[in-house]
């Protein structure tokens, strides 16, 4: 059984097990161009892998030592870089992880207590490995630049495959996983979102929604290690590959938070996901990190008066594309507040729009102009106009005037009609006022 089998560790195994505890950066190999993400640099053990019998022709009594030994094969690490190296053994590990894929899937009754190390080992044996320095970070263009891929794919592929599986197993018992899938192969998983790669971000976001549904006890330690993710991305080094992902599945967690909201929570709103739209890459994340702030307007509405004032603090100033993105999300955001909430911004917020419709950039005009095309905001205006409209006039007053963009100069009359029509007197009363201090002015 399980206790006489005995397999010696390959060399690679030994350097896995150094990179699971983390080396010193002194130990990172600095990438080139044309590498693959992986530090993986794996040399010859001198032993060749051996084919076993396939698990579907072995009698059921030998299946579960078969099963182990198959998975011990599959921690047997190969070098991707050189493809004429082991040729045979890569193809018998790649048949023997096709194979664990599917005994994995239909068999019932496989997943004994004493197979869950024997899996974990395999997995982390295969996956886990340090990040190279991310070099490129920053003018990387997810549109425009192809990213690396992981060489080793063809054999991780199937190793993701196979834990995917294995977590989905009708046999799968948490109470057992616990052991092994505990903090430290956590902080392991999530360190992985920095690949490269976005086929591994992909599985990796599947995998961690799996363990966060099943293994209760990880859910408060993972949204701590996220959490310290972004701040790391924030205020340290603003190199981070999976942050769409990971936001992707905060967006599920948060979707998940029982009512009321507890202080945790919205302290990670106002101290975590409201500081992230202040690096230069936040087109990288924006939709995944503006589905979680409406999230969490949507469960709680009075969290949008420090979401819409800390959008106004971390205002690009220089930045129009990213000017573009913050009023698309002020849009959403204004789209569930609650009028009550709406009355205690109004001030500040519609000085940031006068400053947006008065950009030179006219993208960033005109972005602010459609405001005045949402029907729940115009009714949002027209409860306010005696506030709304005296910070407003002057900049479209302006605009009508002299702007180069013929567009613009049209939303600005469609504007200003919109004004005249919730309140003539009003209006003429700002434009008299506005000509007046003109007047003065010459």
Not at 238 to 259: H, K, P, R, T, V
Not at 268 to 297: D, E, F, W
Not at 360 to 376: D, I, M
Request: aromatic share 10%; with cysteine.
């Amino acid at each position: 059984m399980a206790s006489e089998l005995k397999v010696r560790p390959t060399s690679a195994e030994h350097v896995n097990l150094r990179l699971q505890d983390g080396l010193p950066q002194r130990f990172r190999a600095h990438r080139t161009s044309g590498h693959g993400s992986s530090l993986f640099r794996v040399p010859s053990s001198g032993e060749k892998l051996e084919e076993l019998a396939r698990l579907k022709d072995t009698p059921q009594s030998e299946r579960y030592e078969l099963f182990v030994k198959k998975l011990r094969q599959c921690r047997r690490l190969f070098d991707f870089q050189n493809v004429l190296v082991d040729l045979r053994e890569k193809e018998i590990k790649r048949g023997a992880l096709t194979e664990l894929v599917e005994y994995v899937t239909h068999g019932r009754g496989i997943l004994a207590e004493s197979v869950y190390p024997e899996v974990i080992g395999m997995v982390a044996t295969n996956i886990f490995r340090a990040m190279p320095p991310n070099e490129r970070q920053s003018d990387f263009d997810p549109d425009e630049d192809e990213p690396f891929l992981e060489e080793a794919w063809p054999h991780m592929q199937l190793v993701y495959d196979f834990f995917l599986r294995f977590l989905e197993s009708p046999d799968f018992q948490p109470a057992i996983a616990k052991k092994y899938l505990n903090q430290k192969f956590l902080l392991q998983l999530l360190e992985l979102y920095d690949s490269e790669d976005p086929r591994e971000r992909d599985c990796l976001k599947t995998i961690l929604h799996r363990i966060y549904g099943k293994c209760l006890s990880l859910r408060s330690y993972a949204r701590k290690q996220i959490k310290h993710i972004f701040l790391r991305f924030v205020y340290e080094s603003e190199s981070f590959n999976g942050l769409a992902e990971l936001l992707e599945i905060l967006g599920s967690i948060i979707n998940g938070f029982a009512l009321p909201l507890k202080e945790e929570h919205k302290q990670n709103l106002s101290k975590v996901l409201i500081p992230l739209h202040k690096p230069g890459s936040l087109s990288r994340y924006h939709p995944q990190l503006t589905y979680c702030v409406v999230q969490y307007i949507e469960k709680e509405p009075k969290l949008a008066r420090p979401v819409v004032m800390g959008l106004i603090k971390y205002w690009p100033k220089v930045n129009s594309g990213k000017e573009i993105l913050f009023l698309s999300e002020l849009e959403e955001v204004l789209d569930v507040m609650k009028p009550n909430d709406f009355s205690s911004v109004q001030e500040a917020l519609f000085k940031q729009l006068a400053r947006c419709v008065s950009s030179p950039h006219f993208q960033v005009a005109e972005r602010a102009l459609l405001f005045w095309r949402n029907e729940y905001l115009i009714g949002l205006i027209e409860e306010n106009l005696e506030v709304i409209l005296p910070i407003m006039f002057k900049a479209l007053y302006q605009i009508s005037k002299n702007h180069w963009n013929k567009s613009i100069v049209s939303l600005v009359y469609d504007v200003l009609k919109s004004f005249t029509k919730m309140n003539e007197p009003l209006f003429e009363r700002m434009t008299a006022s506005y000509k007046a201090d003109v007047q003065k002015e010459q």
